[in-house]
């Protein structure tokens, strides 16, 4: 079966969003490379641009959510508005946390409330521009 996790594009903060995120969902990356870690090319890669993400990658639960730095030499870099990442939650505890650790800094555009198709449901922008839907289903009865 195919796997879809998303992956985030940023404009230079990249690091402190996945830091962000790192707390709010906790766990370890699973990979995080800079692009100074790549191999030497014919185009010198400027030295404001070693220190940002390449590529990072945070497990949480069975998919990944990954990212990296747009550098100004990438055209089209697109950040936040175009998508949603849907988080789904196994308790309305932890819809709670998680919505308050990514909203923090951020907007608030549909507070968690229940819902007439019978879940628990809040939409917010996080500090860093990206969408977020959380989402707790409550069991069928």
Not at 58 to 82: E, H
Not at 84 to 95: F, G, I, L, M, P
Not at 101 to 128: I, K, N, R
Request: with cysteine; charged share 15%.
């Amino acid at each position: 079966m195919a796997l879809i996790n998303p992956y985030l594009n940023y404009n230079g903060n990249c690091e402190a969003a996945f830091n962000h995120y790192k707390k709010v969902f906790g766990g370890e990356f699973q990979m995080i490379s800079r692009f100074g870690d790549m191999p030497a090319s014919e185009e010198p890669l400027p030295d404001s641009e070693a220190n940002k993400i390449l590529h990072v990658a945070l497990p949480i639960g069975t998919n990944v959510l990954m990212g990296s730095d747009c550098p100004p030499s990438f055209p089209n870099g697109v950040q936040g508005n175009l998508f949603n990442v849907s988080v789904h939650t196994e308790s309305k505890e932890e819809a709670d946390r998680i919505f308050a650790g990514l909203s923090e800094g951020g907007h608030v555009s549909m507070p968690l409330a229940d819902t007439f198709w019978g879940a628990y449901f809040g939409m917010c922008a996080d500090q860093f521009g990206v969408q977020w839907l959380v989402n707790h289903d409550y069991p069928k009865s």
